[in-house]
Each structure stands twice: as structure tokens, then as C-alpha cells.
């Protein structure tokens, strides 16, 4: 019988290749990856190795053992790194690293909180796609926001040739259900949070990956939780997801305990809601991920991103516009005075209804007269059919966003009831005469003149409003100047009621996906966005200029806004400017609250180790309502002294000491990508590495590459002219990952390709282990380390390096792959290794041996073992 000695390779029928752990007779321990077996010794057979070709002075086929040799580091670096990944944008180094930190160990449970416009929908490709490739997640469910879904879809089409079906209700009324026959799946949670939806998702099987945008939504409350956080945690508790990876750009949106619950859902053995934050945020590095802006950069180490420049466009009131705003001030005053004297829901029904006229008001004279209009006729019928103004008040749900929100603003108004005051149809009726007095706006006079006047000619604008009429009001004006066509809009019904000159009201219909393409493509200049295009929406590429046409009271919507444009892609420096009239009480609030910030970032960047947006957290973790009380309670503050000294006292609701800290710890504990000490680890390699080996392994199937202008071409090799995956021929492929928008992505190669990844399968199982090549200056040892820890979480098992002669370092993958691309086998090369070579590679072996593995391979007990030699042809060799 055929006995083995320890770490000798052999193959079994069902395992495959493997190593000899100990022969013990009859059986034999072989570790087959990380599992280790115990096998019919009788059944392995000896493969051959290096120390074969270093024992019998043998050499193999050039093509063939470089090919293999690039495709075994082709593979080591994308397992860590994902870099061949086949996707439509260049890759980022902190793009990379997250994806690295996901995938390291499974099952995955992290929160990826990068800033706004850093690439989640990439990262999220970049973790999916090789996990999709590896078979390791064969049934994902992507949840995400209603309108984001479709995006979804799309994006992870185009981008990375993902194919995820999009769920709708529609598609699971049939007796079978939709989640028997659906495995990779895009869907809204506001739909699957309803309870048929989410009974049949429950009893569907396993995901081996949820991933989930926009997770802020599925923060819970103290003493309840939304149906958003149910849905999740149900999943969780039925068994139903495997690992799961949430995104969102504020984490924390104004209570420790929804942040803890959120985190709870991630890793319930790290965090407990019902415990102190302080005690628990030592853990965030193992679970919670946050790059901003101020430190990614690119390979080279530039910073991606330059500073937002902002200034303030002032206007002043008309007489008339003056007279209108102080009837309105006063009409709003006296209904908060009647309202205070009530209680319950009586009052607060009330003051929701003044804070949205208050709001209404400060966004354009356009939107609060449609409202108060509306508002008449509503109580001139409740009174004409005698019924009363009793209390009428819808709760808003938990996960209501930013312009689901001002819908309901805009349309309560007109549908509630409740009286604000006893004379109010009177009052409405002075308020509307002197609306009907104001032809135009000051405020979209001074718009028209910035554009035409201080930008220059021709440039896109993007233009942000709270609510659709002022959004009317704008499109309107622009099209007046700048021609019919000339704007379009996005909002969260995608149609947009228009008066014409004559008062007709006509309704206009636009896809949100159709104008950010007609607006990217240049087909209109000027784009006008409610909060609906404050995220999902890449606008970057096409403009640089951005206009608040109103201010919104929660300053988060401005940095979601700005979002849109200051975003990888973006070559120039953002300008933003904001319409704000002085002499209002909203822009003396606004200029109050921007010097707090200034202080706020101030304190915190003293403290911080790294220059972050972090009063941007602060702000999400006050809340809206805290913005909404200040703004209204100021109003009877007219004075300037006054509303300073009322400010200062009341507006330590937000940024307090408490507040600062748990920002401080929270984004200073979580995990994040430092350039400085990554730049060496990340390989700076892109597709167009891949070529050479691409040729090579072409060459060893008697296949030559040629090249034209529209790509590259090549046969399919005889041996799989019967597989089903792969075409007979292909044409006009590339390594260039910028193809125009209609180009197939078939045509791009990389790790994920058929072609690509049969050629390399094949390269690596070839028994060739040493050769001659060209270009080499000197002995090259290739080593495959491994954890001798099996049973270990990690998703990278081994991976490949390398010790040249004469240098000190040892070679990463990434090292090896850009040397040996410009090597060249070949055509004759010698049979015989040399003696000096064969020694060379032996003291190599013992140098591996006697070196000190890096720690950041994130092996327990790292082990290399030389598998491949290569040496340099040379006159006296030859």
C-alpha cells in the first residue's frame, strides 16, 4: 500500500485535491480546504508539486505555468479585494475596504453608515458580486424605500449585471407564492411591513443576505416599534436571514434607543437597548462602518472631494409682499393664542395645522394661498352642511420621510378641519385679498437675476423647494425666461398642477427616472426637485450649481440636497446658494441656528482625530420635531434682541453636552478606511491587469487574441464549444469598465465573465509548478498561505505571495501580479532547471519559512507553503 508523508498533496475522487494530515494506515486525515476528513488511504493519489520539479531539475510549458501562475493571484486578490469585479464605475479605495471588512467573516452583520454621495449602491454591488459568483449567497433580498426599489433593480443591472426581480403585491396573490420561485429580490419594506405580505415572506426559506437601505427606517421607540422594525425583527426571530448588512447615512436619528435597537437587530449578543449607550459603544468598531467625505481619496491618495461653496442670495418685500406676511404672521399668533387655551387633542390638532401654514408660508406666497384657498372652501362646506370643526388628527408613521412629509403638510391644510379661530373664514378672506395683490414674488425675481446675471450662461441648475405649488410657481417662471422645455421636475406623485396665463390649471406628468436623464443628457437646463430627489438620485456628472429656493427647517434636508451633486464623479466644486429674505423670522432662526453649528463643529473637530461632518449627526439625532418647535415658537419673537435671548436659552434642545459625546464616540469608535495605513494593502489594479493572463491562457489552448476597434475577439476553445454558458465566438470585448450606457455588459471581462472565469479554472488545476520566463530578473518563490485554523468564520481561506531573490520584502499578490504582466514566456525554453536555480528557490523556501507573516492577512496561525517557481531565462541559462 501506498503510504504519505505529511503536507503531501493528493487527490480523492469526491473531495478533490488536498493535504496529508497524518497516514494512518488504512485511513488517512486529509484537510480538503478547511475541512479536515477521514478518508480510505487506497482511494488518494499522489500529485505532483514543486519539490518535484526541484528534486528532478525539471522545468514546465512557459504559457502554461505563467498563465497559472496569474490566475492563482489573479484569484488571491480578488477574494480580499473584489478589484476585478466586473462593474461600470472605477473603483475607490474605501469602496474596496468595506467590501473587504463585510466579506471577511461569515455570516456578515454590519452597519455601513458612509456619508452622502461615497457610493453605498456600489458597495453594496461590490460585497454582492462575488458572493453571487462564489455560490456562497445564492438567495438575497435587497429592502429599500418604494421609490428606491426600481432603482435598485436598475443600478445592480447596469452596473454589475445583477439581475434582481423587482416584488410588487401584485405579483403574490397567486395560491403559490411569489417567494417559492423568486431567490434574488429587490423590495419595498413599506410593502412587505403589511401583514399578508410579510406572513407570506415568513414562511418563505432562508436569505442568505438581506441587505437593506435607507435602515434608519427601522429605528424602534421606546415602548413600541414601528411596523418597519417588526418586519426585520420578525425575519430575524423566524429564522429567515442569514447575514444582514444595513446602509444608512444617519445612524443615530435622536434617541440612544432606537440607535441600540437597530444595532440590536445586527448584533443582539453586542447591543441591548436596555442598556446604557456609554457601555456598549467600545463594540461599534466590530459592527458599525463610517467613512466621510473630508478623508476618502483614490488610489493615489488625492481627496475626491472638494469644499461646498455656499453664500446667501438676499431679497427684500415688496410693500404688498410685506403687508401680506404681517397679516399672516398675525393670523398664525392668534391661532396659536386660540389654541393654547385648549388641551388634549383638541390642541394638538391645532398646532400641527399652524406649523404647516408657518411652513407654507416661509416657502413661497404661491403655496400658502393654494393652501388657504383650499382651507376656505373646506370650512365654508363643513359649516354649509352643519356639521362642526371638531379635532381631526392623523399620526404620521414612525418611518414617514422627508417628502412624504411635506406632502401631508401641503394637503392637511385643506382637508382638516378644526378651527383655528372663530372668525376664521373672515380672516382667510383678508389674507387671500392680499395675496391676489401680488402679481410676482420678489423671492422668483431675484432667482431669475442670479441665473442670468451671476452664473454663467448656459449652466445647469438643480433647485430644491418643500412643496410642490412652490415648485409650480419655479417652473413656471423658468420656462416664462428661458423657453417651454427648458425644466423639468421631480417629486413623489411625478406630475405637477400648472396654471397657465388664463388661471386654467393643467397637469403635467414626469417620471422621476426620466427627468434626471433628460436633465443629466443636457435635454433641459434647469431641474426642480421637491424632497423626493433628495436621495437616489445621481446628478453629479452634468452639474455643479445648486439652489434653495426655500429653506427647510431641519437643516439635514440641506446636506441630503447637496448630496445629489457633491458626490463621487463630481469634478468641480460645488456652489450652493440659498434665497433667504433677512427681515423674516425663518432666515434670523436660519442665521441663529448656522452660528450654533459653526460652534458645534468647532468643539467637536478639536477633539476629533480626523476632519468629519459630524455636526451633521447632531443634527439627525434632535429630530425633526424639535426643529419644527423651535421654528413656530419663535415666531412671536419679532425682535431681533428678543429672538436671540429666546433662542439662546431654548436651543439647547439640540447639541447639548450629551449630544456631543455620544456623536463623538459614535463616530469616532466605528470602523473606517485611513489611507495612510491601507495604501500598501490595497492593490492599485483595475480590469486591464487581467489581460495578460487573458492572452496567456488563450495562447494554451491554441487561441490567439486579436484586436480591432471595437474590441477584442477570440474563439471559444475547442474543449468547451458544448458548454451551454459560453458563446462560440466573442467580439468587441474589453477591460474598460467606462462603456457608454447602452453598451452590453456582456462585453466587459472580469472575475464573473463565463469565458474569463472558465480560463481561469482551468489555468489553476494545470500540473505545471516551475518555468523559465523573460523579463525576470531574478528567482521568484510563489507561496499559498493558509490558516492552519479550520473552522474559522473567514471567508478568505488562503491566499498567494512571493519571496524574490534578492530582496528583503516578501511580495503581496497585488506586487506579483503587475511584475509577472510584464514577463513574457518563452517560445523554446529550456527542460532542465539549473543547479543554482534549484538552489536559489531552496534557500527561498527556507527564508518563507523563517518569516514573520503580516498580521493583516487576518490568519490565526498563518502557514505558507511554496507552490510555484519562476526564474529568469538568461544567455547562460539558454
Sequence with gaps: MTTFAPEQSVRHPDHGEGRIVVDQGVFSLVQFGTDIHRVGTAQLMRIESLEDRLADLTTDDPTATLAKVQALLIRSINDQWGVFTRTRVKLLPHQLWVCRQVTRNWPARWLVADDVGLGKTIEAGLILDPLLSSDRVKRVLVLTPARLAPQWRDRMKTMFDIRLNLYSADLDRDRVSYWETADKVVASFHTLRMDKARERLLKAEPWDLVLVDEAHHFQAVERSATLTYNLLKDMQAAGKIGSLVLFTGTPHRGKDFGFLALMHLLRPDLFDPQRDIEEQLAHLPEAMIRNNKATVTDLEGKPLFKPVMTQTVDYGYTEAEADFYNVMSEFILDGRAYASDLAGRERTSRMLLLIALQKLAASSIAAIRSALSKRRGMLATTIAQGRSGAAQIVEPPEDEDDDERSQREETSVGETSPTLMSDEIARLDEILARADEITQETKIQRLIDLIVTELPAGEPVLLFTEYKATQALVLNALEARFGEGSTGFINGDERLTLPDASGIAQTRNLARDTAAEDFNAGRTRFLISTEAGGEGIDLQHCCATLVHVDLPWNPMRLHQRVGRLNRYGQNRAVSVYLLRNPETVEARIWSLLEEKLARIQATLSASMEEAEDIAQLVIGMAGSSVFDELYSESYSKQGRETLRSWWTANSNR?????????????????????????????????????????????????????????????????????????????????????????????????????????????????????????????????????????????????????????????????????????????????????????????????????????????????????????????????
Design 654 to 878: 439640540f447639541g447639548g453636552d450629551n449630544a456631543l459625546a455620544t456623536a463623538r464616540s459614535i463616530f469616532g469608535s466605528a470602523s473606517k478606511f485611513d489611507f495612510a495605513s491601507m495604501a500598501k494593502e490595497i492593490p492599485q489594479l483595475d480590469l486591464p491587469q487581467l489581460e495578460p493572463f487573458f492572452r496567456n491562457a488563450a495562447k494554451t489552448h491554441g487561441r490567439r487574441v486579436t484586436t480591432s476597434e471595437a474590441g477584442l475577439s477570440i474563439a471559444t476553445p475547442e474543449i468547451w464549444r458544448n458548454d451551454l454558458d459560453l458563446k462560440s465566438r466573442y467580439d468587441g470585448l474589453t477591460f474598460d469598465r467606462e462603456l457608454a450606457p447602452q453598451e452590453q455588459m456582456n462585453r466587459m471581462m472580469g472575475i464573473g465573465h463565463s469565458l474569463v472565469d472558465k480560463l481561469l479554472e482551468h489555468a489553476v488545476n494545470q500540473p505545471v509548478f516551475a518555468a523559465y520566463l523573460k523579463g525576470l530578473e531574478s528567482p521568484i518563490l510563489l507561496a499559498r498561505v493558509e490558516d492552519e485554523l479550520t473552522g474559522t468564520k473567514a471567508t478568505v481561506h488562503r491566499i498567494v505571495l512571493g519571496l524574490q531573490h534578492g530582496q528583503s520584502n516578501i511580495l503581496r499578490d497585488g506586487e506579483l501580479l503587475t511584475l509577472l504582466n510584464h514577463c513574457t514566456a518563452l517560445e523554446a525554453a529550456p527542460t532542465e532547471l539549473s543547479v543554482e536555480h534549484a538552489a536559489t528557490l531552496r534557500a527561498l523556501s527556507l527564508r518563507l519559512e523563517a518569516s514573520e507573516l503580516p498580521e493583516s492577512f487576518g490568519f490565526t496561525y498563518p502557514k505558507a507553503r511554496p507552490i510555484m517557481a519562476l526564474v529568469p531565462a538568461s544567455n547562460r541559462v539558454l
